[in-house]
């Protein structure tokens, strides 16, 4: 995701015309359409500190789920992870 100018996401559902955050029951047999909020993305690799846009970006899920993020991991490696 280093790469992004912008990055998508998903914050809530159109359904049966209207604006719904939680997933229908019935959401496997009915059309939905996604409702995106867009984030600035960071646009740089990401070596044991995160960049202030990322930071940016993790606020903004903490407030979204109500849970604090505390380790990100950044590569498949081990060593590729920074504690928050």
Not at 16 to 34: S, V
């Amino acid at each position: 995701m280093d790469d992004f100018a912008t990055l998508k996401v998903a914050t809530a559902y159109r359904y049966n015309g209207q604006e719904t955050k939680h997933l229908p029951f019935a959401a496997c047999t009915e059309t939905m359409e996604p409702v995106y909020t867009e984030i600035h993305g960071w646009q740089q690799k990401i070596e044991g500190m995160i960049p202030q846009k990322l930071e940016d970006y993790i606020k903004f899920i903490e407030d979204y789920v109500g849970v604090p993020i505390r380790f990100v991991s950044y590569g498949p490696d081990r060593t590729q992870n920074v504690w928050r």
